[in-house]
């Protein structure tokens, strides 16, 4: 157990029975009030935010989570399978732990992901931007070099992006997987 106040913005605690993420932790002191912590907290398991107030000498137990790079290998219907790249054992891991990223990761990418004390996987992170191949898009009309002008492109992964009229077909463009967006042209 450890007191609210050394409590830390993306420490893991076990709150009410659930594991949950602070997102975000500030020492608040109003007026002529006692001091507190308000905390944001999102649940691992359902993704619902809670929002909680601590005494400063309030008792918390932080959780015990072990992150490690693991590769991704294929995707399984609901999960994702991944591999230990020291063990070489194979884990699957539900898609939903990698939210809107999950839609752009290509085999052998390498992932972050964080297991609890009972091995249950908690959290994951694919890489903030990734390299993919276009397998489909319009060719530019030549005269259509409006400024900042964009066309639809089809990834490797099936996912449809966003690109300027230069990127053909076959080129490999980067993505930034936080947002979704075309970064730039890869270079070879």
């Known amino acids: 157990m450890a007191k609210a106040s050394e409590v830390k913005t993306g420490n893991m605690l076990r709150f009410n029975g659930e594991l949950v993420v602070v997102t975000e932790y500030v020492h608040r002191t109003p007026g002529n009030l006692r001091a507190f912590y308000q905390a944001k907290m999102r649940n691992v398991r359902t993704g619902k935010i809670a929002e909680y107030r601590f005494r400063p000498d309030e008792e918390v137990e932080i959780a015990r989570v072990e992150t490690k790079n693991y590769q991704y290998l294929y995707d399984d219907g609901d999960s994702f399978v991944i ?13 939903a732990l990698f939210g809107d990223a999950a839609q752009f990761l290509a085999e052998g990418m390498q992932v972050t992901v964080a297991f609890d004390e009972n091995e249950e996987p908690v959290s994951a992170e694919a ?31 099936g996912k449809e992006i966003k ?26």
């Open 83 to 95: 591999m230990d790249n020291d063990s070489f054992e194979q884990i699957p891991v539900p898609k």
């Open 163 to 188: 690109v300027p009229l230069f990127i053909n077909q076959g080129d490999k463009v980067r993505v930034d997987t936080r947002t979704g967006e075309y970064s730039e042209r890869a270079k070879d």
């Open 127 to 157: 890489p903030s931007h990734v390299e993919l191949e276009v397998t489909y898009t319009e060719p530019a009309v030549k005269g259509d070099t409006s400024s900042g002008a964009m066309k639809y492109a089809t990834l490797e992964t």
